[in-house]
């Protein structure tokens, strides 16, 4: 007999939320939330947390093992809204959580720490708070009577447009564009910074604006964009730099500038500070409200999808009583468009800025490495950055297999390891990671292949 099962027979629905509600609740199960709940025990799942959101079609994609169960107002109903999923021909977890319909105003924050669900007023010892982030757009004037895309509706569309302009030249810029240029569309991006990719490596960043342009993707940095129109065509008027206005058309226009939080409603009255984009945590993810954690993109930093799942399981654990403290260093990142990039560590322009001029860095060409030459995949680059003591500060590649590598990257930096361990280690031939030791012998000159 399942736990499940057997909680069903032995408690009452009074028994069944005392049990409950001295248990963590997340509020917001995406892909943060998801990644949380699939990764603790079936009795964790079930005897410590609750999962209160509306996206159950998310849920149920991301996270199979968990099952949707309205809160039920009586024993009765519990039952039979879970013996149906026992019955079921793959049998089901020994466990389930709870997914509420969140109507209007439905899973609002209310003291001490308490929860809005479903009409009733639900009280837990704490409460993750993982809402998210939305696609946000710049003020510019007559774009928010376009109708243009976010990322949500350019995946979702059904036709290619004749055309596309991307205003945005981040990750999700430089990763659509690649997209609809490898389908044939004519793509133009639209980027107010002086480069793509603003933050990144910029030896990495030049290195792929060079690419999608020479794969037919016009970019206009430094950009300034005074207004949009729309009719049968998006009409776009923008200023590079200094010079004169100009005008251009397309068939489709991307926002791709940035993401705003998901705030819950309820959290000022409570006490949880929050800045213009985030919530505001402290090294262990709690909130100024003590009962109040907060993970994943809702708290800002890099909104990497497995940030967030770091955070989430660390402020569940927090929640339950650990006091473990966030740690990003050696952050993996990657990017797939026209060439992949990954990276983890400092930029070679932060370093510097941290470092000083005592930062020594090694690179190594795709074009002489054996495993790129053998696929005709020459273009490309891995360079490793280290201090004046060879403490490994970054690695940054760009070219095929650059993300598959950032494993070995991200271990090297998180751990703080010497050049020498990269050095002395051996790397299977022909391999893409052989540029990543050839790498290391280049901080020295003394790169086998070059």
Same mark, same amino acid.
């Given at each position: 007999?399942?736990?499940?099962?057997?909680?069903?027979?032995?408690?009452?629905?009074?028994?069944?939320?005392?049990?409950?509600?001295?248990?963590?609740?997340?509020?917001?199960?995406?892909?943060?939330?998801?990644?949380?709940?699939?990764?603790?025990?079936?009795?964790?799942?079930?005897?410590?947390?609750?999962?209160?959101?509306?996206?159950?079609?998310?849920?149920?994609?991301?996270?199979?093992?968990?099952?949707?169960?309205?809160?039920?107002?009586?024993?009765?109903?519990?039952?039979?809204?879970?013996?149906?999923?026992?019955?079921?021909?793959?049998?089901?977890?020994?466990?389930?959580?709870?997914?509420?319909?969140?109507?209007?105003?439905?899973?609002?924050?209310?003291?001490?720490?308490?929860?809005?669900?479903?009409?009733?007023?639900?009280?837990?010892?704490?409460?993750?708070? #993982?809402?998210?982030?939305?696609?946000?757009?710049?003020?510019?004037?007559?774009?928010?009577?376009?109708?243009?895309?976010?990322?949500?509706?350019?995946? %979702?569309?059904?036709?290619?447009?004749?055309?596309?302009?991307?205003?945005?030249?981040?990750?999700?810029?430089?990763?659509?564009?690649?997209?609809?240029?490898?389908?044939?569309?004519?793509?133009?991006?639209?980027?107010?910074?002086?480069?793509?990719?603003?933050?990144?490596?910029?030896?990495?960043?030049?290195?792929?604006?060079?690419?999608?342009?020479?794969?037919?993707?016009?970019?206009?940095?430094?950009?300034?964009?005074?207004?949009?129109?729309?009719?049968?065509?998006?009409?776009?008027?923008?200023?590079?730099?200094?010079?004169?206005?100009?005008?251009?058309?397309?068939?489709?226009?991307?926002?791709?500038?940035?993401?705003?939080?998901?705030?819950?409603?309820?959290?000022?009255?409570?006490?949880?500070?929050?800045?213009?984009?985030?919530?505001?945590? %402290?090294?262990?993810?709690?909130?100024?409200?003590?009962?109040?954690?907060?993970?994943?993109?809702?708290?800002?930093?890099?909104?990497?999808?497995?940030?967030?799942?770091?955070?989430?399981?660390?402020?569940?654990?927090?929640?339950?009583?650990?006091?473990?403290?966030?740690?990003?260093?050696?952050?993996?990142?990657?990017?797939?468009?026209?060439?992949?990039?990954?990276?983890?560590?400092?930029?070679?322009?932060? #370093?510097?800025?941290? #470092?000083?001029?005592?930062?020594?860095?090694?690179?190594?060409?795709?074009?002489?490495?054996?495993?790129?030459?053998?696929?005709?995949?020459?273009?490309?680059?891995?360079?490793?950055?280290?201090?004046?003591?060879?403490?490994?500060?970054?690695?940054?590649?760009?070219?095929?297999?650059?993300?598959?590598?950032?494993?070995?990257?991200?271990?090297?930096?998180?751990?703080?390891?010497?050049?020498?361990?990269?050095?002395?280690?051996?790397?299977?031939?022909?391999?893409?990671?052989?540029?990543?030791?050839? #790498?290391?012998?280049?901080?020295?000159?003394?790169?086998?292949?070059?």
């Amino acid at each position: 007999m399942s736990i499940l099962s057997k909680l069903i027979q032995e408690l009452t629905i009074n028994e069944f939320y005392r049990r409950i509600k001295t248990k963590p609740v997340i509020v917001g199960v995406g892909t943060l939330g998801c990644r949380v709940l699939s990764n603790f025990s079936p009795k964790e799942l079930f005897v410590d947390m609750i999962a209160v959101s509306s996206d159950y079609y998310r849920l149920h994609y991301l996270t199979p093992v968990a099952y949707r169960v309205e809160i039920p107002e009586s024993e009765e109903e519990l039952v039979n809204s879970i013996l149906p999923l026992l019955s079921r021909p793959v049998s089901p977890p020994p466990f389930c959580f709870l997914v509420a319909d969140l109507e209007e105003r439905e899973g609002k924050l209310l003291p001490p720490a308490n929860i809005l669900v479903n009409g009733e007023n639900l009280s837990f010892d704490s409460v993750i708070i #993982a809402t998210g982030t939305e696609a946000s757009a710049p003020p510019i004037p007559g774009l928010s009577e376009t109708g243009y895309w976010t990322n949500r509706e350019a995946l %979702n569309t059904r036709a290619l447009p004749h055309s596309i302009a991307i205003i945005g030249a981040g990750v999700v810029g430089v990763e659509f564009a690649h997209i609809f240029s490898a389908f044939g569309v004519p793509v133009t991006i639209f980027e107010i910074m002086p480069d793509i990719l603003p933050g990144m490596d910029r030896e990495i960043s030049s290195t792929l604006k060079r690419a999608l342009q020479k794969d037919g993707v016009k970019i206009y940095t430094s950009c300034h964009i005074s207004r949009v129109e729309k009719d049968e065509l998006f009409r776009w008027h923008f200023r590079v730099e200094n010079g004169e206005e100009e005008s251009l058309s397309f068939e489709q226009l991307l926002v791709a500038t940035g993401r705003e939080a998901s705030f819950p409603e309820g959290m000022k009255r409570l006490g949880i500070e929050q800045e213009k984009n985030r919530i505001l945590v %402290n090294n262990y993810l709690a909130t100024s409200n003590p009962r109040f954690f907060a993970a994943g993109d809702i708290i800002g930093g890099a909104l990497l999808a497995h940030i967030a799942y770091y955070e989430g399981e660390l402020a569940v654990r927090n929640a339950l009583g650990a006091n473990e403290a966030v740690d990003y260093t050696g952050i993996p990142s990657a990017i797939f468009s026209t060439l992949e990039i990954g990276t983890a560590g400092l930029s070679e322009e932060r #370093a510097r800025e941290i #470092a000083g001029d005592g930062i020594r860095v090694g690179r190594f060409p795709y074009s002489a490495l054996g495993r790129a030459m053998a696929e005709g995949k020459r273009e490309g680059f891995v360079k490793l950055i280290v201090d004046k003591n060879d403490n490994i500060l970054g690695i940054h590649a760009i070219g095929e297999g650059a993300g598959e590598m950032l494993a070995a990257f991200s271990v090297a930096v998180r751990n703080r390891m010497k050049l020498t361990s990269i050095q002395e280690t051996i790397f299977a031939h022909p391999t893409y990671s052989e540029a990543l030791g050839e #790498a290391a012998l280049a901080v020295d000159g003394k790169a086998r292949h070059i």
